[in-house]
């Protein structure tokens, strides 16, 4: 036996009321040692292998890839799911994690056979979103769909065993526990030994498997770091309930970039596809000062996306300055009004600073920082910038602006959207035509 602390999955020989690791009082619990298993006397087997050629298995069809009938989930997931992967989806409640899967079982069980382990609805909760996304009709072959209540691992284990399945659903890894822990549902053990035996069966019977994961309070996925290195794909959904769009983003793929991001849109249906993200970033035609078109890479994507900023002058000299960011990160625009008021010709050291993604989008690309400095400038001087010039480039501390990779990409979607100017730092760019494209090393000549 051995005890591991369900706060931070550190293991220990005997028990404690405190863990010595994180300090948190009754948290250890008791596990089976698997290891003592084998010692008592169990034969020890020896490992069956199996060529990758070989054609009788279903891993001999490495590199095909299974549709799930959404082309932005498939753009996600590196051009769709591979036999044996498992992927863990993980978003705030309610963002609609369960009804995407769901869409995605009712395009399988057309012509493929789904389990689905539902450990927090009833399976009359399930079939009656089932009968919500059909649009209140009959589906058809609903025999393909099998649902189980069973929430031990081993019972699930074994009707896989008994029956044959295509894709397997787990909603959620909270909320299912194994025999070999003694811990309660969602403890750190019961999820490493869930994730882990889920993923032994998909790598062994080729099925492709689903895993719902709850978040905790500080927005990480429940149980640290644990599920995230045992899955092959840890998707994250964005949105609220106040916006109707949810973006799906990739935080780790062992079988694609990270990069991409899938648009959906939350109807009464269900989820529908975004095929162009950019009209939904740009939705705003307004002629008002402080507002820019920047565009971003988001895998092998071009999204072009409308920053909006807001300087006002303090009504009040006490009090630390406030810089309020949406859609970029907080240090990111700290450093970008610093920059601007010692290298850009924009004094920001009396008024507050407010910008803001339109959308909802979070970017993490540096790329977006010239149409930012751009949009306060615009701001601060309430002047206009034109709707059809697009900013592309990193700003640095020294006031230089840096060209990205990618800007092909970007001048050949820019010509396409019927943008005219593109403006971007200094960096070797392809023969262009019906686009002007002007070159700035300065963050001064934005």
């Known amino acids: 036996m051995k005890y591991v602390c369900s706060s931070c999955g550190g293991e220990f020989l005997k028990w404690s009321g405190k863990c010595s690791s994180c300090e948190e009082w009754g948290t250890l619990e008791e596990v089976e040692d698997i290891s003592s298993i084998v010692a ?27 549709s799930t009938g959404f ?29 995407l899967l769901m869409q995605v079982v009712m395009n ?28 209140g009709k009959t589906t058809k072959n ?36 194994s025999l070999q822990s003694k811990g309660y ?15 032994r069966l998909a790598k062994s019977k080729g099925i492709p498997i689903f895993v719902v994961g709850q978040i905790n309070k500080g927005g990480n996925i429940a149980g640290p770091k644990i599920l995230e ?42 989820l529908c596809e975004v095929g162009n993200p950019s009209l939904l970033f740009l939705e705003s035609n307004s002629n008002s000062s402080g507002s820019a078109i920047g565009a971003v890479m988001q895998g092998s994507r071009v999204v072009f996306i409308e920053v909006q900023a807001l300087v006002v002058d303090r009504e009040s000299e006490a009090g630390p300055l406030r ?50 400095c751009a949009a306060i400038k615009s701001s601060m001087n309430d002047s206009l910038v034109p709707r059809d010039v697009v900013y592309f480039g990193e700003v640095g501390l020294t006031g230089e602006v840096r060209g990205m990779w990618g800007v092909d990409s970007i001048v050949s979607e820019a010509k396409r959207a019927g943008y005219s100017s593109l403006i971007v730092g200094r960096i070797k760019v392809g023969t262009t035509q019906d686009i002007k494209i002007k070159k700035i090393s300065r963050v001064s000549a934005v």
């Open 40 to 66: 008592n006397g169990n034969p020890i087997k020896v490992a069956s292998y199996r060529g990758v050629g070989d054609r009788g298995s279903k891993a001999s069809s490495i590199g095909s890839c299974i």
């Open 71 to 99: 082309s932005e989930f498939d753009r996600v997931l590196g051009k769709g799911l591979l036999e044996g992967e498992i992927v863990l989806l993980s978003g705030e409640p309610g963002v609609g994690k369960s009804t």
């Open 108 to 135: 399988f069980i057309k012509n493929s056979r789904v389990l689905y382990v539902c450990g927090e609805e009833s399976p009359s909760q399930l079939y009656s979103r089932l009968t919500r996304l059909n649009e």
């Open 142 to 177: 609903i025999d393909n769909f099998v649902v189980t209540e069973d929430t031990i691992v081993e019972n699930i284990l074994a009707l896989v065993e008994s029956e044959k399945f295509d894709l397997i659903v787990v909603d959620s890894i909270q909320s299912v526990s």
């Open 185 to 199: 549902p969602g403890s750190i053990s019961q999820v490493r030994i869930s994730g882990a035996l889920f993923t």
């Open 229 to 270: 290195h045992i899955v092959d794909c840890v998707l994250y959904m964005e949105g609220d309930q106040y916006n109707q769009y949810r973006i799906l983003r990739s935080m780790k793929n062992r079988f694609g970039s990270t990069n991409e991001i899938g648009v959906f849109e939350m109807s009464g249906g269900g």
């Open 323 to 372: 810089r309020v960011a949406n859609g970029i990160k907080k240090p990111r625009l700290d450093m970008l009004c610093a920059v601007m008021s010692r290298k850009g010709g924009v004094y920001l050291g009396s008024k507050d600073v407010f910008v803001n993604v339109v959308g909802g989008l979070s970017v993490n690309d540096p790329a977006i920082d010239l149409a930012v």
